[in-house]
């Protein structure tokens, strides 16, 4: 059994930044490709950034320059750092990753922005 949980959501005014974690834990061989997603209200859940196990990134291009994504393999752990936040940033944001070669979702963490 493997879980992947999230910490770090929050109400942050325009402009500020936040910091998602997202740790795995459970009977964990391997963990390649690690992200997170987010989707809003009405909208489809989109990738805004995945990380490889060598540390490739990849960003959606809405995020790109503010958000940076980072792992640590020896705790097995994904962070989200956001910068510059914007109003529609607003999401439920979820961690993502191929742990054993099977996917699995944390629970989510709300990140709402506003002022």
Known sequence: QVQLV??????VQPGGSLR???AASGSI???NAMGWYRQAPGKQR???AAITRVG????????????????VNAK???YLQMNRLKPEDT???YCNADVNRY????QGTQVTVSS
């Open 20 to 22: 998602l974690s997202c």
């Open 103 to 106: 996917i699995y979702w944390g």
């Open 29 to 31: 061989f391997s963990i």
């Open 46 to 48: 989109e990738l805004v």
């Open 6 to 11: 999230e910490s770090g959501g929050g109400l």
């Open 56 to 71: 490739s990134t990849n960003y959606a291009d809405s995020v790109k320059g503010r958000f940076a994504i980072s792992r």
């Open 76 to 78: 097995n752990t994904v």
């Open 91 to 93: 999401a439920v944001y």
